[in-house]
Structure formats: structure tokens, C-alpha cells
């Protein structure tokens, strides 16, 4: 809580000082990135914006009265603040908790399951390195890079384990409830047989994919493109 | 799932559990209940936690600075290569700069210090912390300190300088009123017991004595020396922006501060008063105990630059300044800032015992900036500076000042007055 009086206080001083002119000029800043390089602010906005997209795609996705979902979105803006000058993996977490409870009430959904799985995974990130950064950091391309790398893989095997499971559920028809997909999204459609082992297909090829990313993994061991 | 314990220098943050553990709940929820989309939600951050902890760092990656050839200010910070370090957080303090926060993947950072200042001054410390696989863990800080760097001062070159009117000895690169072996004419005389035969001039002497009853000799000018003692007030050191001088705010590296001034003119005129062969002496104000006695030579110029380098103020100014013992011919360069009374009444007590003396003003030009108190309180005490040139001026010192708005060396006008102090010798 301290802290973020102290930063409120701080951006409200600097602001007074811009305001009024009085403000020294600053000291030089040393010359030591090669190549191009990224302001901390940047990863701080983003971790800023990324959990307050997710809070508010949570919502669109059911047909919620349009009085809850702009106070959903109000409520989600106003946080906004709290999450730049406190910046942490929190703000992500709360809201990848706040998907899920909010995903539980509505029926299973691989494509919006996938998509919260992306942003949340970003939000989470950038508040991990939002929380290790200062805005006034510099962040060089190549390290940014790295990162990126890994962070790529873990989203192409969650993409790659979301992918067959919605490729899984076209094909056999089965949702992971047992029950088909045409008889949950739409009770006057022609109802489809589900076979039971369509799920467990879609389980198992999911499954195989991540313990051969998880493999594949280990193994390297990379320090990443250099 | 698998955890390894990560190495002790490094630490796990808050985020790994708390995203272990909400991934965790997800997945297994997920599973037990069919909603493969809360598994598909949780499986990101399972993978970035499971990865974290099988992909651990070997090493640490404290950096040591190793000194680029032929520079004192550039150094190379190497550190060690290690596996499953994605980057690695350096925070780079220099003095006069603004610390500066890297994150980078390299295993090498050049640093240079673009520094206008002299004397010793430390060059650069780093804090710097890997950050493993995800970020998900982060080394313990390290701190390392790079050698502090020695800033000589400049010695420009200027052109006629103020003399010494009393000179001394029978030899130097001036020229004395005496008699003596020197190379100026100064008149026929004639022979006395004594002088050389060699000096006999044949001619004067056919022509004042055709009967070589009396022989008449040249007679020249003595060689002589000059001394000259630099005093340096070293007793405050301020730099252009008046937010500084309570040492609250750090200097800026591109900004000269009075001592550097000092430094850099106490040189300059040791180095043109050396070139024209007086002894030059030092003396500094803040620490009288070790002054450069009065010599010429290069070797000369460098011990002055040495100690000037190495003059610093020590502790708070004094108010009362106890007057150095100078040689009573000697012509007295006073390098200050003026800010207080010490340097007025030393130089007038000099004016009275007969030393020439010139008072070089040393304090830069001042920023006051946008704060209305700071600008009222320098305008105050630019009026009191104002009034103890004013009195030195009225006893006939002159004040030079070495930053002037066109040019930092005053070259103009120190052979201006150079030539007035002829003028008056010529004069009496």
C-alpha cells in the first residue's frame, strides 16, 4: 500500500514540476544499448491494458444485459490505474480468475477458451516483466527477443492443444461433457450421435502434443536465438 | 509434475506460486469436470512454470569490468556466459548521469564515461541479476564497482602573461635592470677591475681612447628569474546549476564546476609562465599543508597539474583563511569563486605587502532554474560577488574572469593587463 501511495505521490510531484515549469533539466543518460531498444513504460502499458482486454472480453462473449456489462467494463477500466502504478502478475491472475469463474457459468467454448488462454498467458508475462522492469528501463530488441521465443513456443503448443481439440470435437462431434456439440449449442438442430471415445480421442491426441512439446522442451535446453 | 530446486543464488518469486497454483486449480478442474476450455487456460502457465523449474540457470552472472587500452573512462563490463539466463537486469550508476536500467541477452556491455571533469572521480557501478527461463526466476543482486578514473587538467595555451615586477638572480629567461651576463646592450663603460677582457670593445675604445690609455668594456643586462605562486581556493566547489550547491542534486557530467575551472586556468598559467621560464610555485587554500614549492621546468608543470588535481575542497568552507607564506617578489594568481570575504581580504594583505596580484574568477555561469526562492537567493549573493570585485577593482586588483560568454579562455585579457603592468613599470 505504501508503495503505491509513494508512486502516486511521485508521477503527482513530476507532474506539478511539468505543470509549473520548475522542473531541473535531467541528467544525461548513458549510451549503452546497441541496436534498438524498447522503453519499460512500453511493457508496463501493456500489462496495463492486457488484463483489462481480458476482463473485457469476458463478458462479450455471453448475451449479459448491456447495464452489467458496462458496469463490467467501467469497473475494469477504472482498475486500469491501479494496475500501471502497481504493476504485477496479480492484475493477470485476478483476471484469468475472474475468466474462469465467469466461463463456468456459461457452456464450454474451445475457441474463447483459447483466446482467454492467449491473453491471459501475454497479461501474465507482461506483468511478470513489468514487475522486474522500471518504466524508465530500456529493454533491448534481442532481449525482448528471447523471451518471445519461449513465450511463442508455450503459445503454439496451446494453440497446437486447442487446434486439435476443436479439430477432435468437429470431427467426432463430442464435446469433453460427453454430450454432442450441435445438442449444447443449439437445442433444435438435428441432435448427433457422440461415441464416447471421441472425447477421450480429443484428450489423448491433446495430451500427446504437449508431452512431445514438453520433450522437445527438456531436451534443448536452449539459451534461445542469439 | 517435476521440480528441481533451483541453485541458492537464485530466487523464486511470489508470481511462480501463485501462478503454480492458479494454473494448477484450473487444469484440475478442467479435467475433473469435461471443460477442456479452463484446462486449454491453465495449460500456458503449467508450461512456463514446468519449464522454469527443469530449465535452471548453471552459473551466476556476476560481471567484472575490465579496462578498454588506452582509456581511463571506457570499460567493458563481461559477464560469464550461462545456461537458461534469458537476460540479464543492469542497473548502471555513473556520476553525473542518470542511472540507467538495461535488460539485455548480451554477455558484454561497453561503457563509457563522457566526462568533462578533473581530478578523481569514480567511473561506474553496476547492479546487475540474471533472469532465468520466463522470469519466473531471478538471481540474487551483485555489485560491481569499476576503477576510479584521474581527470589531469588542461593546460591551454596563452598568450603575454603579467609578470613578476621584482625579479630574482643571475640567471632565467628575463631580463633584469642589473648588470650582469646577459645578452641586452646596456652600456659602454669603462674597464674596472674585475671585468673580463672578453667585454673589452675595441672599437668604443678607438674611438673615446686612440692612445689606449683607458680601456672601455660592454656592459649588459642581467638574466633574470621570475616567481609566480598560484593560490587555488579550493574550499567550495560549485557547479553552474545553483540546485547543486546544497549537494542535493547531482552534478551533470557535461557541466564544468569552479574547481574544474581552477584546475584548468591554475594549469594554463602554470604552463605559460613555465614555457617563459619563471618558477612557479602552488598553494592551495583548503589544504595548506603540502604546497608545490616554487620551480620551473616540465617536470615542474606536471607536479602542478598532479596537485591540482588532487585539490579538494575538505569538509565545510572556512570562514577564516590563514594567509600562505609567499615570497615577497612574487606575483600572486588567485584562482576563486569570490562567493565569501577570505579571498578579498587575502588579496588586498598581498596588494600591501607589495605583490602584484591577480584574481582570476572561476565560478561558471550560473543556471538558476524556475524556483523563485533559489533565484533570490542568487541574486542576493551575486550582489555581494558584484561588490567584492567592485572592491578589488578599486584597489586597482584585476579580476579576470575565465568562462566569459564568448570564449573559455581569457587569453585577451590577461595580455591586456600584462601590457598596462609594463606600461606602469616603464613608467617609474
Not at chain 1, 133 to 147: D, H, I, W, Y
Not at chain 1, 165 to 190: H, I, K, P, W, Y
Request: aromatic share 6%; with cysteine; proline share 7%.
Amino acid at each position: 500500500m505504501n508503495s503505491i501511495i509513494t508512486r502516486f505521490r511521485n508521477s503527482l510531484l513530476r507532474l506539478g514540476q511539468l505543470v509549473t515549469g520548475s522542473r531541473s533539466t535531467p541528467l544525461p543518460e548513458l549510451p549503452l544499448t546497441q541496436g534498438s531498444a524498447l522503453r519499460g513504460w512500453v511493457i508496463h502499458l501493456a500489462a496495463a491494458i492486457l488484463p483489462i482486454l481480458l476482463l473485457i472480453l469476458t463478458p462479450l462473449r455471453t448475451h449479459v444485459a448491456t447495464p452489467v456489462l458496462v458496469t463490467i467494463i467501467i469497473l475494469a477500466i477504472a482498475v486500469g490505474p491501479l494496475f500501471w502504478f502497481l504493476p504485477s502478475t496479480a492484475s493477470a491472475l485476478i483476471a484469468i480468475g475472474f475468466t474462469a469463474l465467469f466461463s463456468l457459468a456459461q457452456p464450454p467454448s474451445l475457441g474463447w477458451g483459447l483466446l482467454f488462454a492467449l491473453i491471459g498467458y501475454l497479461a501474465f508475462r507482461a506483468g511478470l516483466m513489468a514487475s522486474q522492469t522500471p518504466r524508465s528501463a530500456k529493454v533491448e530488441a534481442s532481449a525482448l527477443m528471447q523471451f518471445g521465443f519461449r513465450d511463442l513456443m508455450v503459445m503454439i503448443a496451446t494453440a497446437l492443444a486447442g487446434g486439435i481439440a476443436l479439430l477432435g470435437q468437429r470431427l467426432t462431434g463430442c464435446n469433453f461433457t460427453g454430450a454432442s456439440v450441435a445438442e449444447m449449442s443449439d437445442v433444435n438442430a438435428v441432435v448427433q450421435t457422440c461415441h464416447p471415445s471421441g472425447s477421450v480421442f480429443v484428450v489423448l491426441a491433446a495430451a500427446a502434443i504437449l508431452l512431445l512439446f514438453l520433450g522437445l522442451a527438456g531436451s534443448l535446453s536452449f539459451r534461445g536465438s542469439r | 509434475m517435476t521440480t528441481n530446486s533451483p541453485p541458492t543464488y537464485w530466487g523464486v518469486p511470489r508470481a511462480y506460486r501463485a501462478a503454480f497454483g492458479l494454473s494448477t486449480a484450473l487444469a484440475i478442474w478442467g479435467l475433473l469436470f469435461h471443460r477442456f476450455d479452463l484446462a486449454l487456460m491453465a495449460m500456458p502457465l503449467l508450461l512456463a512454470t514446468f519449464m522454469s523449474r527443469n530449465l535452471l540457470p548453471t552459473d551466476r552472472t556476476i560481471g567484472k569490468f575490465v579496462a578498454q587500452p588506452d582509456s581511463q573512462t571506457a570499460f567493458s563490463l563481461q559477464m560469464p556466459e550461462s545456461m537458461n539466463v534469458d537476460a540479464k537486469q543492469l542497473r548502471v550508476y555513473a556520476q553525473g548521469y542518470r542511472p540507467t536500467i538495461l535488460v539485455t541477452n548480451r554477455d558484454q556491455v561497453d561503457l563509457v564515461l563522457n566526462t568533462k571533469r578533473t581530478g578523481p572521480q569514480p567511473t561506474f557501478t553496476v547492479h546487475g541479476r540474471g533472469i532465468g527461463v520466463f522470469g519466473l526466476l531471478v538471481e540474487n543482486p551483485w555489485i560491481v564497482t569499476a576503477d576510479e578514473t584521474f581527470g589531469l587538467p588542461n593546460s591551454y595555451p596563452l598568450g603575454q602573461m603579467p609578470a613578476p615586477t621584482r625579479l630574482r638572480g643571475l640567471t632565467g629567461a628575463r631580463q633584469s635592470r642589473r648588470i650582469g651576463d646577459g645578452g641586452d646592450l646596456r652600456d659602454i663603460a669603462p674597464m674596472r677591475p674585475g671585468d673580463s677582457l672578453r667585454r673589452v670593445n675595441w672599437r668604443a675604445t678607438g674611438r673615446r681612447s686612440p692612445d689606449l690609455t683607458q680601456l672601455y668594456v660592454r656592459r649588459t643586462f642581467a638574466n633574470a628569474e621570475g616567481i609566480a605562486e598560484l593560490v587555488i581556493d579550493s574550499r567550495d566547489d560549485v557547479g553552474p546549476d545553483i540546485e547543486t550547491w546544497l549537494g542535493s542534486a547531482p552534478l551533470r557530467v557535461d557541466d564544468l564546476t569552479s574547481l574544474d575551472l581552477a584546475r584548468h586556468a591554475a594549469a594554463s598559467v602554470a604552463g605559460a609562465l613555465i614555457g617563459a621560464g619563471d618558477r612557479v610555485g602552488l598553494e592551495d587554500l583548503a589544504y595548506q599543508k603540502r604546497p608545490v614549492a616554487a620551480a620551473t621546468g616540465q617536470r615542474q608543470l606536471r607536479r602542478i597539474q598532479q596537485a591540482l588535481a588532487l585539490s579538494a575542497p575538505h569538509g565545510e568552507p572556512t570562514e577564516v583563511v590563514r594567509p600562505p607564506r609567499l615570497p615577497n617578489d612574487a606575483v600572486i594568481y588567485l584562482f576563486s569563486t569570490l562567493l565569501d570575504d577570505s579571498p578579498v581580504s587575502l588579496a588586498t594583505g598581498w596588494v600591501d605587502q607589495g605583490n602584484p596580484v591577480i584574481v582570476v574568477n572561476t565560478l561558471p555561469k550560473v543556471r538558476t532554474g524556475r524556483r523563485a526562492k533559489l533565484a533570490l537567493a542568487w541574486r542576493i549573493a551575486a550582489l555581494e560577488r558584484e561588490q567584492r570585485i567592485a572592491n578589488l577593482k578599486s584597489r586597482a586588483i584585476p579580476v579576470v574572469d575565465w568562462q566569459t560568454a564568448d570564449s573559455i579562455i581569457p587569453s585577451a585579457e590577461l595580455t591586456k593587463i600584462a601590457r598596462m603592468q609594463a606600461k606602469q613599470r616603464g613608467r617609474r
